[in-house]
């Protein structure tokens, strides 16, 4: 049975079927699936639980796993493989983190609108997560598409655009929740990069605003505004009928492209027990000068 797609949302979002994750993908299986995130950006796989090296299998078919910010933290893993990210409110002993832990810190953080490792390069391209462990209410994941953002720009917003480049920084975030301590090696361990504001969708072709919450600032204006033009565009971009909101089941996997879309968590009761498993691939791709010098 090939790959089913039924859209859910207007311009992006599908809900897929007919493939078995917990199984190796054939290739045509792999083809299909990309040519589904070209076109939707989030896909969402209903009833598929999978365990730890079932979920990595999935992954590794789209390319490299990326370690995002593991890089920085020094903290424990609680989980047995590095490449599977504990998007969850549980401490290194297994039980709820207490509010003050810095885990609760990154929960916080992860309700920032924000594509994920765009402070790297080579940046994320897919991200994976699925659903182990959920609250009775809240916990949602939101996106919204960047591509459509573009397109929706007045044109002469589009020609203001087109040039600048944008730092983007993986404390940044951090930073504004207060979370700053942090030494001088993990502060330099993944240093900032620059991007272009505007950037092009190497698969489909489409452009893009590549903005979130790890753009910290544009080189070429004044902090402020920079900062403030940055506002706005997140703004425009993530305007209400823009956003697909999911709602989670237990056995969901939802799968979105880094490159064109933004996501960001809904907020929760922190006393209550949350896991979720996120795999992320890299955007590896040699004919882009920035990503062959990383």
């Known amino acids: 049975m090939s790959l089913t797609l039924c859209p859910i949302h207007p311009g992006f979002v599908a809900v897929a079927s007919g493939v078995d994750l917990a199984k190796p993908l054939t290739a045509q299986e792999v083809a299909e699936i990309d040519a589904a995130m070209d076109r939707f950006g989030v896909l969402i796989f209903r009833d598929q639980p999978l365990q730890a090296?079932?979920?990595?299998?999935?992954?590794?078919?789209?390319?490299?796993?990326?370690?995002?910010?593991?890089?920085?933290?020094?903290?424990?893993?609680?989980?047995?493989?590095?490449?599977?990210?504990?998007?969850?409110?549980?401490d290194e002993s297994g039980k709820v983190a207490d509010r003050n832990h810095r885990k609760i810190v990154g929960n916080i953080a992860n309700q920032l609108w924000h594509s994920d490792s765009s402070f790297q390069y080579p940046a994320a391209r897919y991200s994976m997560l699925s659903a182990v462990v959920?609250?009775?209410?809240?916990?949602?994941?939101?996106?919204?598409?960047?591509?459509?953002?573009?397109?929706?720009?007045p044109e002469d917003l589009k020609q203001e655009v087109e040039e600048l480049e944008v730092e983007h920084y993986a404390l940044h975030s951090r930073f504004m929740l207060g979370d700053d301590q942090y030494t001088e090696e993990q502060r330099n361990a993944l240093p900032p990069v620059i991007w272009p504001l505007v950037r092009t969708h190497r698969s489909s072709g489409r452009k893009l605003l590549f903005i979130g919450a790890h753009a910290s600032r544009i080189p070429s204006m004044t902090l402020a505004e920079g900062r403030m033009m940055l506002a706005d565009l997140l703004e425009h971009a993530t305007r209400r009928e823009r956003i697909y909101s999911h709602e989670w089941q237990v056995g969901d996997l939802v799968m979105w492209d880094n490159r064109s879309t933004l996501h960001r968590g809904r907020r929760y009761d922190l006393s209550v027990r949350r896991e979720l498993r996120r795999t992320t691939t890299l955007d590896i791709d040699n004919s882009d000068p920035q990503v062959a010098a990383a």
């Open 134 to 153: 959920l609250p009775s209410a809240g916990g949602q994941t939101e996106f919204c598409d960047l591509r459509a953002a573009y397109d929706d720009l």
């Open 53 to 90: 090296e079932e979920q990595l299998a999935f992954a590794k078919n789209f390319g490299p796993l990326d370690l995002g910010l593991r890089k920085v933290s020094k903290s424990a893993n609680r989980l047995e493989h590095v490449e599977l990210l504990d998007i969850s409110n549980v």
